[in-house]
T-cell receptor, first 116, second 112 residues
Framework: DQQVKQNSPSLSVQEGRISILNCDYT??????FLWYKKYPAEGPTFLIS?????DKNEDGRFTVFLNKSAKHLSLHIVPSQPGDSAVYFC???????????????FGKGTLLTVNP | DTGVSQDPRHKITKRGQNVTFRCDPI?????LYWYRQTLGQGPEFLTY????????KSRLLSDRFSAERPKGSFSTLEIQRTEQGDSAMYLC??????????FGPGTRLTVT
């Protein structure tokens, strides 16, 4: 049972345009959400996160939006650059469930290709 | 650079052999995680250490798998009697107090 779903396996955008990557979750215990970027043969790199007490978090070209009622989050990249081409993973953690184990549950990823 | 390091980066082994991987976390991070990633999937949680204590193990971690973090610094993951289904990327991540985890480059295991 996939608790974190990224329904688009791939996305292609033109350089300079906006990239929107989507993620849905089913577990109501999740209260902290993260996006990671992964290049081939490398480990995931942390991009941006958001707590469930917020609905938006922005860091430079990257903005994450959270809609708790819909159990949906999205990552916006503006403007998109060819170097952004990578696999993007959405991840979730039950931070307030007690204990110190903030283990992450990942989606399957979305391959973003930014064309020059 | 003081990021998470993993060794080896690649390991090819024959079915039935034992393998051991090492992870060196970011030095001030007391939390360490192991994940496994197979083709087309996201990383899946295997086990978690806070300092030297192993506090949680996933059901994915069969009794052929064992992990240690003897002095609360580096960690090892051993797989005994490897099977072809163990072929995957094994990722280590560390964190300090927050949820954000920082990953190493991974060890790619191929069992022939």
């Amino acid at each position: 049972d996939q608790q974190v779903k990224q329904n688009s396996p791939s996305l292609s955008v033109q350089e300079g345009r906006i990239s929107i990557l989507n993620c849905d979750y089913t577990n109501s215990m999740f209260d902290y959400f993260l996006w990671y970027k992964k290049y081939p043969a490398e480990g995931p790199t942390f991009l941006i996160s958001i707590s469930s007490i917020k609905d938006k978090n922005e860091d430079g070209r990257f903005t994450v939006f959270l809609n708790k009622s819909a159990k949906h989050l999205s990552l916006h990249i503006v403007p998109s650059q060819p170097g952004d081409s990578a696999v993007y993973f959405c991840a979730a953690s039950p931070r307030r469930s007690g204990g110190s184990n903030y283990k992450l549950t990942f989606g399957k990823g979305t391959l973003l290709t930014v064309n020059p | 650079d003081t990021g998470v390091s993993q060794d080896p980066r690649h390991k090819i082994t024959k079915r039935g052999q034992n393998v051991t991987f090492r992870c060196d976390p970011i030095s001030e991070h007391n939390r360490l995680y192991w994940y496994r990633q197979t083709l087309g999937q996201g990383p899946e949680f295997l086990t978690y250490f806070q300092n030297e204590a192993q506090l949680e193990k996933s059901r994915l971690l069969s009794d052929r798998f064992s992990a240690e973090r003897p002095k609360g610094s580096f960690s090892t993951l051993e797989i005994q009697r490897t099977e072809q289904g163990d072929s995957a990327m094994y990722l280590c991540a560390s964190s300090h107090a927050g949820v954000e985890q920082y990953f190493g480059p991974g060890t790619r295991l191929t069992v022939t």
